[in-house]
């Protein structure tokens, strides 16, 4: 697969017939900031237009104005999945593929389905509606980006769970920018149009911070340009013409390759999702490999195997395309880089890799900072450089609770 | 960790902050709703608002309006209360003396970017605003971001065309106490049908504003990133996450920087974020050295690099200290340096770099030799 995935757009402008379905994704930066209100808001003008819209999922959150907003539509009734005891209602995906509406709206794409449902997550859920031709809009908020994961933890103590795969997000044809001021948002934290009381509170001392949500909503900001930024780019048939040199843009022709070394150390995780978020942002290919012992010398205890082949699984998530190596040490990767000669693997052609007299094609490569001191000694070749993430597993310091191993998905 | 913090405010710099809340306390306050053309439903949300604000009790009253309105904004008009406009010559002005007379919590103004008719006390709308605010009112206003004077140029390599009324440079930083972003998709693909025919000149009017739109969300960030900074600084609080990307080149005398520097700049636009470049004072430079230094520097200023040159014996302590204060989240430094003694103590720093730059990283950027 490759390790970049072409906006709809893209595809679009293959197909000019045949209109692929069209996902929208509402970007908000907490709760409350009237994602799901828009949402509704946006179904009711279509069904003013005439399309056939429906409401595949919807959760009221026991908010009047929104209620109120959702009248009139069509519900697709919700499917109840019994799970130890507990009645759970989740969106019905085949009634809405039985409906066969034009468009459907879904809240809260993060969320991760209770066990015994057919798909784990509910954009894999999306994902289907828009494979059978169904236009979706949808909402997130920004924390729930996986690429932002770490950064997240770190601007609100809290390591977020519920995540959705920056290729996603991209594969959107829009993503559109739910804003309103932390200042709105608190006064209407604090009248209880967003949480019950008890949970207002807590939600107080955690997110909704001024300065915290000050963070988040910036942070939505600069996502929701930069997304608009590549969709213009994919869509833009030459590179570079019309723009003057005082706001250059990303040449579409060259291409940065990024390459994450991974280990078994848990730090992986966050090089894994900042080499994704710097290969989105560079328009970069990227790739993570692993080294592994070739002639039995020294064994990787099995554990550390499965750590890496977590990894290697969470990168492929992410669309990152994962290799092994044999090797001893991590200049292996290195050499990957530079020597890998024949029976190159389909999708990373050597010249891609290596050849690089192309002095604006760089080559990032991310290592944990333990592994890059083993690498100073080689002293890297001309136009080649290295990117050491100098980034622990953040313990105490600040952050909120016990060290928390990163999310990885498995 | 606060105590030692280089944000720790001087007492000065508290005074000055408790005098502006002071006079903010008494101004009213100024909510603006951006829009990055007409249409994007900018009146709709604050109308929207105005409407809820009431509902809940505030005294809400709309003092000026758009000529024309779609059904759904005019089903919100009904619900508020609206002082008339002044008709004069033919154009209209807000009735600035009623408003005062009347003096609501919030005055609501659809459309900031007015000039008025000639013989009105002031000669533009945002002067009208002002006079809201010094008289305690609060003011709640939509603008189309291509009347900000200070995104002029901008506006006009976008589009061509220069607006003939502007928001001065400085009214929205001086008192603007919020700003919302109105979002939405340039062209709506959903209410559009099956390759509706995409002429030419609709994609072109697309990417237009598909990049104005671009530029209200930054905007919008950049101030909001002032504020978040002023108010971390005000509550003695560690600029410790970097939500913009940050970039910093350190450079040398000996090194041939100009590709650091180049991919420097082009990481720091890719990311809309800032650039620094900063050199570390080393004694006793030849003359050879000094000409390549400012060569290096002058490049660097060039590129639009905020350029600062720091001093201090331990050059990796000056250097991550730097990176600290100003929330560097990209180090790139050159890795090889002239033979001997030199190369071993330029090595020793660029693992203490590493070691130490926690979240930041580093490019450790080789040179030719």
Same mark, same amino acid.
């Given at each position: 697969?490759?390790?970049?995935?072409?906006?709809?757009?893209?595809?679009?402008?293959?197909?000019?017939?045949?209109?692929?379905?069209?996902?929208?994704?509402?970007?908000?930066?907490?709760?409350?900031?009237?994602?799901?209100?828009?949402?509704?808001?946006?179904?009711?003008?279509?069904?003013?237009?005439?399309?056939?819209?429906?409401?595949?999922?919807?959760?009221?959150?026991?908010?009047?104005?929104?209620?109120?907003?959702?009248?009139?539509?069509?519900?697709?009734?919700?499917?109840?999945?019994?799970?130890?005891?507990?009645?759970?209602?989740?969106?019905?995906?085949?009634?809405?593929?039985?409906?066969?509406?034009?468009?459907?709206?879904?809240?809260?794409?993060?969320?991760?389905?209770?066990?015994?449902?057919?798909?784990?997550?509910?954009?894999?859920?999306?994902?289907?509606?828009?494979?059978?031709?169904?236009?979706?809009?949808?909402?997130?908020?920004?924390?729930?980006?996986?690429?932002?994961?770490?950064?997240?933890?770190?601007?609100?103590?809290?390591?977020?769970?519920?995540?959705?795969?920056?290729?996603?997000?991209?594969?959107?044809?829009?993503?559109?920018?739910?804003?309103?001021?932390?200042?709105?948002?608190?006064?209407? &934290?604090?009248?209880? @149009? !967003?949480? +019950?009381?008890? $949970?207002?509170?807590?939600?107080?001392? %955690?997110?909704?911070? =001024?300065?915290?949500?000050?963070?988040?909503?910036?942070?939505?900001?600069?996502?929701?340009?930069?997304?608009?930024?590549?969709?213009?780019?994919?869509?833009?048939?030459?590179?570079?013409?019309?723009?003057?040199?005082?706001?250059?843009?990303?040449?579409?022709?060259?291409?940065?390759?990024?390459?994450?070394?991974?280990?078994?150390?848990?730090?992986?995780?966050?090089?894994?999702?900042?080499?994704?978020?710097?290969?989105?942002?560079?328009?970069?290919?990227?790739?993570?490999?692993?080294?592994?012992?070739?002639?039995?010398?020294?064994? &990787?205890?099995?554990? @550390? !195997?499965? +750590?890496?082949? $977590?990894?290697?699984?969470?990168?492929? %998530?992410?669309?990152? =395309?994962?290799?092994?190596?044999?090797?001893?040490?991590?200049?292996?990767?290195?050499?990957?880089?530079?020597?890998?000669?024949?029976?190159?693997?389909?999708?990373?052609?050597?010249?891609?890799?290596?050849?690089?007299?192309?002095?604006?094609?760089?080559?990032?490569?991310?290592?944990?900072?333990?592994?890059?001191?083993?690498?100073?000694?080689?002293?890297?070749?001309?136009?080649?450089?290295?990117?050491?993430?100098?980034?622990?597993?953040?313990?105490?310091?600040?952050?909120?609770?016990?060290?928390?191993?990163?999310?990885?998905?498995? | 960790?606060?105590?030692?913090?280089?944000?720790?405010?001087?007492?000065?710099?508290?005074?000055?902050?408790?005098?502006?809340?002071?006079?903010?306390?008494?101004?009213?306050?100024?909510?603006?709703?951006?829009?990055?053309?007409?249409?994007?439903?900018?009146?709709?949300?604050?109308?929207?608002?105005?409407?809820?604000?009431?509902?809940?009790?505030?005294?809400?009253?709309?003092?000026?309006?758009?000529?024309?309105?779609?059904?759904?904004?005019?089903?919100?008009?009904?619900?508020?209360?609206?002082?008339?406009?002044?008709?004069?010559?033919?154009?209209?002005?807000?009735?600035?003396?009623?408003?005062?007379?009347?003096?609501?919590?919030?005055?609501?103004?659809?459309?900031?970017?007015?000039?008025?008719?000639?013989?009105?006390?002031?000669?533009?709308?945002?002067?009208?605003?002002?006079?809201?605010?010094?008289?305690?009112?609060?003011?709640?206003?939509?603008?189309?971001?291509?009347?900000?004077?200070?995104?002029?140029?901008?506006?006009?390599?976008?589009?061509?065309?220069?607006?003939?009324?502007?928001?001065?440079?400085?009214?929205?930083?001086?008192?603007?106490?919020?700003?919302?972003?109105?979002?939405?998709?340039?062209?709506?693909?959903?209410?559009?049908?099956?390759?509706?025919?995409?002429?030419?000149?609709?994609?072109?009017?697309?990417?237009?504003?598909?990049?104005?739109?671009?530029?209200?969300?930054?905007?919008?960030?950049?101030?909001?990133?002032?504020?978040?900074?002023?108010?971390?600084?005000?509550?003695?609080?560690?600029?410790?996450?970097?939500?913009?990307?940050?970039?910093?080149?350190?450079?040398?005398?000996?090194?041939?920087?100009?590709?650091?520097?180049?991919?420097?700049?082009?990481?720091?636009?890719?990311?809309?974020?800032?650039?620094?470049?900063?050199?570390?004072?080393?004694?006793?430079?030849?003359?050879?050295?000094?000409?390549?230094?400012?060569?290096?520097?002058?490049?660097?200023?060039?590129?639009?690099?905020?350029?600062?040159?720091?001093?201090?014996?331990?050059?990796?302590?000056?250097?991550?200290?730097?990176?600290?204060?100003?929330?560097?989240?990209?180090?790139?430094?050159?890795?090889?340096?002239?033979?001997?003694?030199?190369?071993?103590?330029?090595?020793?720093?660029?693992?203490?770099?590493?070691?130490?730059?926690?979240?930041?990283?580093?490019?450790?950027?080789?040179?030719?030799?």
């Amino acid at each position: 697969m490759s390790s970049s995935t072409p906006t709809r757009a893209e595809s679009t402008r293959d197909a000019p017939s045949k209109r692929p379905a069209q996902l929208r994704v509402l970007l908000g930066y907490a709760a409350g900031v009237g994602k799901t209100f828009r949402m509704l808001e946006e179904a009711q003008q279509l069904k003013r237009q005439g399309k056939d819209t429906v409401v595949g999922y919807f959760e009221p959150h026991g908010r009047k104005d929104t209620i109120a907003k959702a009248a009139g539509l069509e519900m697709i009734p919700t499917k109840t999945i019994n799970y130890r005891g507990v009645d759970f209602q989740e969106m019905d995906t085949d009634a809405i593929l039985r409906r066969r509406p034009a468009i459907c709206v879904v809240d809260e794409l993060a969320h991760t389905n209770v066990p015994g449902s057919e798909r784990a997550k509910r954009w894999e859920d999306v994902q289907v509606l828009l494979d059978s031709g169904i236009d979706v809009i949808t909402n997130m908020n920004i924390q729930h980006l996986e690429s932002l994961n770490d950064h997240i933890f770190n601007i609100t103590g809290v390591r977020v769970r519920e995540t959705v795969p920056d290729w996603f997000v991209k594969s959107a044809s829009e993503v559109v920018m739910v804003d309103a001021t932390t200042g709105a948002l608190l006064n209407r &934290l604090k009248r209880g @149009d !967003i949480y +019950a009381p008890e $949970k207002a509170q807590q939600a107080m001392e %955690n997110f909704f911070k =001024e300065s915290t949500l000050a963070a988040l909503r910036e942070l939505a900001l600069r996502q929701t340009a930069h997304e608009l930024e590549i969709r213009e780019i994919a869509e833009m048939p030459e590179p570079a013409e019309g723009f003057s040199p005082a706001s250059p843009r990303p040449e579409k022709a060259v291409r940065d390759r990024i390459l994450i070394y991974v280990t078994a150390d848990p730090s992986t995780a966050m090089l894994i999702r900042r080499g994704r978020r710097m290969a989105d942002y560079l328009g970069a290919d990227c790739f993570a490999v692993c080294v592994s012992p070739h002639d039995g010398r020294r064994h &990787l205890a099995t554990q @550390d !195997i499965e +750590a890496i082949q $977590k990894h290697l699984n969470f990168a492929r %998530n992410l669309h990152i =395309e994962g290799r092994t190596l044999e090797g001893d040490d991590p200049a292996e990767s290195k050499r990957y880089s530079r020597d890998y000669r024949g029976g190159a693997p389909p999708a990373v052609s050597t010249g891609d890799l290596s050849a690089s007299a192309d002095r604006r094609r760089s080559r990032l490569f991310y290592f944990d900072s333990q592994s890059v001191m083993k690498l100073s000694g080689s002293a890297p070749r001309p136009s080649m450089f290295i990117q050491a993430l100098a980034r622990r597993v953040y313990t105490g310091a600040g952050a909120k609770g016990p060290g928390v191993m990163p999310a990885v998905a498995s | 960790m606060a105590t030692d913090s280089p944000h720790r405010p001087t007492p000065d710099q508290l005074l000055a902050e408790v005098e502006l809340e002071e006079i903010r306390k008494r101004r009213g306050r100024l909510k603006v709703f951006l829009g990055y053309a007409s249409g994007v439903g900018k009146s709709f949300q604050m109308l929207d608002e105005a409407r809820r604000r009431r509902e809940r009790g505030e005294d809400v009253v709309v003092c000026a309006l758009q000529p024309e309105y779609p059904p759904e904004v005019r089903a919100i008009l009904q619900k508020l209360e609206i002082i008339p406009m002044l008709k004069m010559g033919g154009a209209e002005a807000i009735d600035v003396a009623a408003v005062i007379r009347r003096h609501p919590q919030v005055a609501v103004i659809d459309g900031l970017a007015y000039d008025n008719p000639p013989g009105s006390p002031n000669a533009h709308r945002w002067q009208d605003v002002e006079q809201l605010l010094d008289a305690g009112i609060s003011v709640m206003a939509s603008l189309n971001l291509q009347y900000l004077e200070k995104l002029q140029e901008e506006v006009e390599r976008i589009t061509g065309k220069r607006a003939s009324c502007t928001i001065p440079r400085g009214f929205l930083d001086r008192s603007s106490d919020e700003i919302v972003v109105v979002d939405a998709p340039a062209i709506d693909s959903l209410s559009r049908g099956i390759a509706a025919a995409d002429s030419a000149t609709r994609l072109a009017e697309g990417h237009k504003l598909s990049r104005l739109r671009e530029l209200a969300l930054l905007v919008a960030a950049s101030v909001i990133d002032r504020q978040l900074e002023s108010y971390l600084r005000s509550h003695g609080m560690d600029w410790s996450w970097g939500v913009q990307e940050r970039i910093l080149v350190c450079v040398t005398p000996k090194s041939s920087t100009a590709q650091m520097l180049e991919s420097g700049r082009r990481n720091a636009d890719r990311f809309q974020g800032e650039f620094y470049v900063i050199y570390v004072q080393q004694p006793a430079l030849s003359q050879h050295d000094r000409t390549v230094l400012e060569q290096n520097l002058d490049y660097a200023r060039q590129l639009g690099a905020q350029v600062e040159i720091l001093t201090g014996l331990d050059a990796a302590e000056a250097i991550l200290k730097f990176a600290r204060e100003k929330g560097i989240t990209q180090i790139f430094i050159g890795h090889s340096m002239p033979q001997g003694a030199w190369r071993r103590l330029w090595s020793n720093l660029i693992e203490r770099i590493i070691r130490f730059a926690e979240g930041i990283d580093v490019v450790v950027y080789p040179h030719p030799r």
